[in-house]
């Protein structure tokens, strides 16, 4: 199924965010406030994650997509990066069946050959074991980039095509990484930063932005929830006026 455009259409606005989208940030800052090693904020945010997504089943998201590992993080140091790889390997073996008893999908994209091959296998067998569930898709962003995304579906598009010289913007987007997802509703970083970080940059064209000053490890159902209540806010014009849009209430 397509999902669709926000620049195509007027896209239906659900008063609960069908889809959530989540750059989690400040795991380093968390523990180095605790004179703890940045590796014990990471630790920490696997446990946020998992309240992330019960509190999401619980207020009905249909997807909640999460940015674990940027294609710019392997500039970290190399214990750093190992590490974080290690804590991937063991959430995925840890709740995997716990999601799948959940009926939740999981879904991992992003550049995966850069992986060490039995984390690929892991990763195909846990959406594989998933791909039925139906209540929650959650998406893990692992070495993934806005830009790697918009190039990969770029290339896929012209190796379909490769006569033509010009395309439509309807016959890219189903090339993209999260095509079987609408396009993000709400968007949170948390750790204070107020910037894109090369997350999804073309999904997030009429996403409502939320920046929250709480740690990664500190977030839970409370901060989401607050979260939630901002985009309940939002007038989402998508171009249009506000009269216009009071015009197609009444
Ligand atoms: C986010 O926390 C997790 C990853 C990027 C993997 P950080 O590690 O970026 O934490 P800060 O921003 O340094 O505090
Ligand atoms: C963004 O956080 C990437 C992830 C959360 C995975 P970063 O901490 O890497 O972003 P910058 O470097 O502050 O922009
Ligand atoms: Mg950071």
Redesign the pocket.
Known sequence: MTHSSSTLSVPAIPAVPRHVAI???GNGRWATKRFLPRVAGHAKGVDAVRNTIEASLYRGIEYLTI????S??WRRPTDEVSLLMRLFVTALEREVAKMHANNIRLKVVGDLSKFDIKLQEMIVNAERRTEGNTKLTVTI?ANYGGRWDVMQAINKMIALHPERTTFTEAELSPHLAMAYAPEPDLFIRT?G?E?I?N?LLWQLAYTELYFSEIYWPDFNAEALEAAIASYQQRERRFGRTSAQLSKQES
Do not use: L, T, V, Y
């Not at 940015?67 to 940027?70: E, K, L, R």
């Open positions: 750059i989690m940030d940015f674990a590992f940027s710019e993080n962003c750790g930063e910037r970080s997350f």
